[in-house]
């Protein structure tokens, strides 16, 4: 047989993983505490690390889950309070029919999450569109953001918030 390539527009898979294993979440670490909080018109997903400084994580996607920052962050609890969150209709948060989702709705989303928890301030870390997310976050309550942390993140074109 003549090996295959991608040009043969055909992919050849002998084995197939029907079941994936029932392992358990890093969530599910003793010293993180979950909880969902209601913004008033939806409830997010988060969890709480460590006692210092409050640190948002925002995900990227628009689709991604919080679930790729851990464990990397568990060690950002030396020194900080990493605060990881589900945006809304992604991950644990709930999914709210209606008209859709828009970059104003994620801010005030992620602004309300920041009152319920009962911060007058928090720094902002962004991964990929999550990056976005932070900087429009910035610009739109600056005296809430206490530092603005960007992680493979684009500028984001002129918007009107």
Same mark, same amino acid.
């Given at each position: 047989?003549?090996?295959? =390539?991608?040009?043969?527009?055909?992919?050849?898979?002998?084995?197939?993983? !029907?079941?994936?294993?029932?392992?358990?979440?890093?969530?599910?670490?003793?010293?993180?505490?979950?909880?969902?909080? &209601?913004?008033? &018109?939806? *409830?997010?997903?988060?969890?709480?690390?460590?006692?210092? @400084? @409050?640190?948002?994580? !925002?995900?990227?996607?628009?689709?991604? =889950? +919080? +679930?790729?920052? +851990?464990?990397?962050?568990?060690?950002?609890?030396?020194?900080?309070?990493?605060? /990881? /969150?589900?945006?809304?209709?992604?991950? !644990?948060?709930?999914?709210?029919?209606? =008209?859709?989702?828009?970059?104003?709705?994620? #801010?005030?989303?992620?602004?309300?999450?920041? *009152?319920?928890?009962?911060?007058? +301030?928090?720094?902002?870390?962004?991964?990929? /569109?999550?990056?976005?997310?932070?900087?429009?976050?910035?610009? @739109?309550?600056?005296?809430? =953001?206490?530092?603005?942390? !960007?992680?493979?993140?684009?500028?984001?074109?002129? #918007?009107?918030?």
């Amino acid at each position: 047989m003549e090996r295959e =390539t991608v040009l043969d527009r055909r992919i050849d898979i002998p084995d197939r993983i !029907l079941d994936v294993p029932d392992v358990q979440r890093l969530c599910n670490e003793p010293n993180l505490s979950a909880k969902r909080v &209601d913004i008033g &018109d939806c *409830r997010l997903y988060c969890e709480v690390e460590g006692d210092g @400084a @409050a640190l948002v994580l !925002l995900h990227g996607g628009p689709g991604g =889950t +919080h +679930h790729y920052f +851990h464990p990397h962050f568990s060690r950002a609890a030396e020194f900080s309070r990493p605060i /990881y /969150y589900d945006q809304r209709g992604c991950g !644990l948060s709930d999914y709210v029919e209606g =008209t859709g989702y828009s970059i104003v709705q994620a #801010i005030e989303d992620l602004d309300g999450l920041r *009152r319920s928890l009962g911060l007058s +301030h928090w720094a902002v870390l962004g991964h990929s /569109y999550g990056g976005f997310l932070a900087q429009c976050y910035a610009v @739109a309550h600056p005296d809430s =953001t206490t530092a603005l942390i !960007l992680v493979g993140a684009s500028v984001p074109s002129p #918007i009107r918030l």
